[in-house]
C-alpha cells in the first residue's frame, strides 16, 4: 500500500484535507476544520459542498472513517465488500445486503413475512419526506438540476457538539416529527454556505493571484510556509538513485507533488530551465503512485482523465469511504415508513436527494443495518447510490420482459422488479453460478415475483433468449469507480486487463442489443453501466456498438446530473452523440465512480437484395476479432445457403481436368468470405 494509504490512522495531513494545495490562508482554514474532524467519533460524515472546475456545487468529503479494506472481486459495487464495509464503518453496519446476503437465505414465505409485515413496523408516527408522495421512481428531468444531493447534514438523534461547523441552532432535538423540517433548514443553510463558499473561493483565488506575483518561485513547505530551499526537480539519475535508496520520504513526495501541480499550473513561468513538462508529469504520477499506493500503470490512466489539480481530488476522494445509502423496496414498504422504523431502533439517516425518493443515506446506527428487522423482511437494500443511476436511466415498465445481463448480487434486478411492481417478467442472468445464490437469496428476500435466475455467459444471448423490451448490462469490469471500496484495484490491474475487459465489454455489449426487441411497443433500449471510470471501457464499448450497429443510437439517460462521456480523449475521436453518456465520480458527485449509457434500438435497416427484395441486414452474433472462445453453435448445414460453393468447387474440378465447365447459375463466389456488420 501507498504511504497514504499506510498513514491513515495518523491525523490528516495537509494534502489530505487539501487535495489542491491552498495557500498559507487557506490552509489555515482547513486546519481548523481538520481539528474540528480529529474530535468526532470515527463515522460517515456528511458531504460539504463547494464549488467544482466546471462552476457547479459538488461535494467535498469530510468523513475521516478509515478506509482499510480487504480486497474483493472488484466486480461491483457492493456484494464483495463485506469485509471492508465493516472495516469502514466499524461495528455500526455488520451486515450488508449486497455483501452479506446469506444473513437470510430463505424465502420470505418461510418467515411468514410475504404479505404481511406490518408488526415489523415502527409506531405510526409522521414522518413528513415533503415531495415523497408517490413512492415510485421520479421521471427526473435532464438539466433540471445539476445539483447532487448526496451528502448534506446528518440528523443525529443526540444533538452534536456546539463546536460542530454546522452552528448552536442545531442542538433542537430532533424527533420524527421536525425531522423533515429540520432536514430541509439544513439543506438551505448548505445551499447558501456553498454560495459563501464561492464567494470566499473567488476572494482567495484573487489573493493567491496576487500573492503569486510577489513570491511565484518562492517554495512553500508541507505546512505551505516559505521554505529556504528552492525546489529542484530530480534528474532520471537523482530518480534512480532515490528508488535504490528505498524511495523518498513521505514529507518529500507530498512536496514534490505540490510543486510539481503548481508547476504544471503554470509550466512556462515556473518550470526549471530546460526540463520538459512531461518530466513533471512523470515525476508527478510517480509520486502520486507511491504516495497512495497505486502501480504506476493505473495511477497514469487515472491521472489522464482529468486536469492535473482534479487528478489529485480524484485520488483523495478515493481514499474516504462513500456513504452508507440503502434503497427502499417498494414492493414491500414506503420510505417515509421505513425511515421511520428505523429511526426508532437508532438510525440516523436522511433521504439521499431529490434525484431518487427511494435512497436513504445513514449517518450513524446503534445497531446493525444489515440485520435488522426491516431488512430481514427485505424491506430495502444495502445499495450503493451510484447503482440507482443504471436502473433509473432504464426505467422499466409494468408488464414488459426485461434482461439483466449480468445481474448478481441482484441490486439492479430487484430495483427493477419493483419499478415493474412484480409485472412482467425480469429475467436476471449472471455467468458465475456461484454468484446467482446470493441473487436468488436477495430475490426471495426482496419478494421479488417477477424475476427468473439464469446462468450463462452473457454472449450467448440473444441466442438463448431474445425479443427484450429492454436490457441492463451493468458490465463485468476493472472497478475503478470503487477503489474506495476495494483498494486492491490499486495494485492488481494491468494493461493487459484493460485490454480483456474492453473486450469482453465489447462481446457483451452486441450481444445485449441483438437481445433487444426493435418493435417493443413500450421500450427497445439497452442501458450499458460500469462502475468504473476507464475510457476503455466506456466511451469506447458505446462508440464501438454505435459503429458496428447502426440500427441504434444513444439517447438521453434522463439522469438529473453527471459529468458528459468524452468525445475525444488521447487522440481517438468519438461520434458527438458519445457525449449523452454519463460519468459520476467520487469527488464530485460523492458516489463511486460510475458510467451510464442508453441506447434506443431501432429496426435494422433494410438493403436491396440480389433478388430485388429488400432483406434486413441481420447483425453476426461476434465479430470476427472476438471469433476466439465465441459460444459459435454449429447448427447443421444448409444446403441452398452451400449450393453456390459446391457449384464452384465443381467448375473448379473440371478446369483442373481441362473440361470446360457450365456457366454459372449464380454470380462468382469471392474465393474468401468476408462478412461485414456494418
Ligand atoms: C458489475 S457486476 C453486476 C452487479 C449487478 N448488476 C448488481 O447490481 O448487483 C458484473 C457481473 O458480471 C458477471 N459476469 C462476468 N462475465 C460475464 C459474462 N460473460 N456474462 C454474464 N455475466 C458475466 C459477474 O459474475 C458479475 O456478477
Given amino acids: 500500500m501507498g504511504r497514504r494509504s499506510k498513514n491513515k490512522q495518523l491525523p490528516p495531513e495537509s494534502l489530505g484535507e487539501e487535495p489542491s494545495f491552498p495557500s498559507k490562508k487557506q490552509l489555515g482554514k482547513r486546519k481548523a476544520e481538520v481539528e474540528t474532524l480529529e474530535d468526532e467519533?470515527?463515522?460517515?460524515?456528511?458531504?460539504?459542498?463547494?464549488?467544482?472546475?466546471?462552476?457547479?456545487?459538488?461535494?467535498?468529503?469530510?468523513?475521516?472513517?478509515?478506509?482499510?479494506?480487504?480486497?474483493?472481486?472488484?466486480?461491483?459495487?457492493?456484494?464483495?465488500?463485506?469485509?471492508?464495509?465493516?472495516?469502514?464503518?466499524?461495528?455500526?453496519?455488520?451486515?450488508?445486503?449486497?455483501?452479506?446476503?446469506?444473513?437470510?437465505?430463505?424465502?420470505?414465505?418461510?418467515?411468514?413475512?410475504?404479505?404481511?409485515?406490518?408488526?415489523?413496523?415502527?409506531?405510526?408516527?409522521?414522518?413528513?419526506?415533503?415531495?415523497?408522495?408517490?413512492?415510485?421512481?421520479?421521471?427526473?428531468?435532464?438539466?433540471?438540476?445539476?445539483?447532487?444531493?448526496?451528502?448534506?447534514?446528518?440528523?443525529?438523534?443526540?444533538?452534536?457538539?456546539?463546536?460542530?461547523?454546522?452552528?448552536?441552532?442545531?442542538?433542537?432535538?430532533?424527533?420524527?416529527a421536525n425531522m423533515a423540517k429540520l432536514s430541509r433548514k439544513l439543506e438551505a443553510r448548505a445551499v447558501a454556505e456553498a454560495e459563501l463558499d464561492v464567494e470566499e473561493l473567488k476572494a482567495l483565488a484573487a489573493e493567491e493571484d496576487e500573492d503569486e506575483d510577489m513570491d511565484a518561485d518562492a517554495p512553500e513547505d508541507t505546512n505551505g510556509d516559505i521554505s529556504a530551499e528552492p525546489f529542484h526537480l530530480p534528474t532520471p539519475t537523482e530518480r534512480e538513485q532515490e528508488k535504490a535508496s528505498g524511495g523518498p520520504d513521505v514529507h518529500l513526495v507530498q512536496r514534490r507533488m505540490r510543486e510539481c501541480v503548481r508547476v504544471l499550473a503554470n509550466f512556462s513561468k515556473r518550470a526549471e530551465k530546460g526540463r520538459s513538462r512531461s518530466e513533471y508529469v512523470d515525476q508527478l504520477v510517480a509520486d502520486i503512485a507511491s504516495y497512495y499506493g497505486y502501480n504506476e500503470f493505473l495511477a497514469k490512466k487515472l491521472f489522464q482523465l482529468f486536469p492535473v489539480n482534479e487528478a489529485i481530488e480524484f485520488f483523495e476522494a478515493n481514499e474516504v469511504p462513500r456513504p452508507v445509502t440503502i434503497r427502499t423496496n417498494t414492493l414491500r414498504t414506503r420510505r417515509r415508513d421505513l425511515a421511520q422504523a428505523l429511526v426508532n431502533r437508532g438510525v440516523n439517516l436522511e433521504p439521499i436527494g431529490k434525484w431518487t425518493n427511494l435512497g436513504l443515506q445513514v449517518f450513524e446506527s446503534s445497531v446493525p443495518i444489515g440485520a435488522t428487522p426491516e431488512y430481514l423482511a427485505g424491506h430495502y437494500m444495502l445499495q450503493a447510490a451510484s447503482s440507482f443511476l443504471p436502473v433509473i436511466a432504464l426505467s422499466p415498465q409494468p408488464n414488459e420482459r426485461v434482461l439483466d445481463m449480468a445481474s448478481a448480487p441482484g441490486g439492479k434486478t430487484t430495483h427493477m422488479a419493483a419499478l415493474m411492481q412484480n409485472t412482467g417478467v425480469v429475467f436476471a442472468n449472471d455467468a458465475n453460478k456461484a454468484r446467482t445464490k446470493s441473487l436468488t437469496a436477495n430475490v426471495h428476500r426482496l419478494g421479488c415475483k417477477s424475476v427468473v435466475v439464469c446462468s450463462y455467459d452473457g454472449r450467448e444471448f440473444p441466442k438463448v433468449m431474445g425479443g427484450f423490451d429492454r436490457v441492463l448490462l451493468d458490465a463485468p469490469c476493472s472497478g475503478t469507480g470503487v477503489i474506495s471500496k476495494d483498494p486492491s484495484v490499486k495494485i492488481n490491474k494491468s494493461e493487459r486487463d484493460f485490454t480483456l475487459l474492453s473486450h469482453l465489454q465489447k462481446q457483451l455489449i452486441l450481444c445485449a442489443i441483438d437481445s433487444v426487441s426493435p418493435d417493443s411497443k413500450t421500450g427497445g433500449y439497452v442501458v450499458y453501466s460500469t462502475c468504473s471510470v476507464t475510457v476503455d471501457e466506456n466511451e469506447a464499448v458505446v462508440d464501438y456498438a454505435l459503429k458496428k450497429r447502426p440500427n441504434v443510437k444513444l439517447v438521453e439517460t434522463d439522469l438529473e446530473f453527471g459529468v458528459k462521456g468524452f468525445t475525444q480523449y488521447r487522440g481517438k475521436t468519438f461520434s458527438p452523440s458519445v457525449s449523452l453518456t454519463r460519468r459520476f465520480y467520487p469527488h464530485v458527485h460523492n458516489m463511486d465512480g460510475f458510467f451510464v449509457a442508453k441506447f434506443k434500438v431501432e429496426k435494422r435497416s433494410k438493403v436491396p437484395a440480389t433478388q430485388g427484395k429488400e432483406e434486413e441486414v441481420e447483425p453476426k452474433f461476434v465479430d470476427e476479432e472476438f471469433k476466439v472462445g465465441a459460444q459459435e453453435t454449429f447448427t447443421g448445414f444448409n444446403e441452398e445457403e452451400d449450393q453456390p460453393y459446391l457449384e464452384e468447387a465443381k467448375r473448379k474440378r473440371m478446369k483442373a481436368k481441362g473440361l470446360r465447365p457450365p456457366p454459372r447459375t449464380k454470380p462468382a463466389m469471392p474465393s474468401k468470405t468476408v462478412e461485414t456488420t456494418a
Fill in 41 to 176: 467519533k470515527p463515522s460517515i460524515r456528511p458531504a460539504k459542498r463547494v464549488k467544482d472546475i466546471n462552476g457547479k456545487r459538488k461535494e467535498k468529503i469530510k468523513s475521516k472513517a478509515g478506509s482499510d479494506t480487504d480486497g474483493s472481486e472488484g466486480w461491483e459495487d457492493v456484494e464483495d465488500g463485506a469485509e471492508l464495509k465493516k472495516a469502514q464503518i466499524g461495528s455500526l453496519f455488520n451486515d450488508s445486503d449486497n455483501e452479506e446476503p446469506d444473513a437470510f437465505t430463505g424465502d420470505l414465505d418461510d418467515a411468514g413475512l410475504e404479505e404481511d409485515d406490518d408488526f415489523l413496523q415502527a409506531p405510526a408516527q409522521e414522518f413528513d419526506f415533503g415531495s415523497d408522495e408517490d413512492e415510485e421512481e421520479g421521471v427526473p428531468k435532464h438539466e433540471k438540476s445539476k445539483h447532487v444531493q448526496l451528502g448534506g447534514r446528518a440528523i443525529s438523534a443526540q444533538p452534536e457538539d456546539s463546536s460542530d461547523e454546522y452552528g448552536a441552532d442545531d442542538d433542537e432535538p430532533v424527533t420524527m
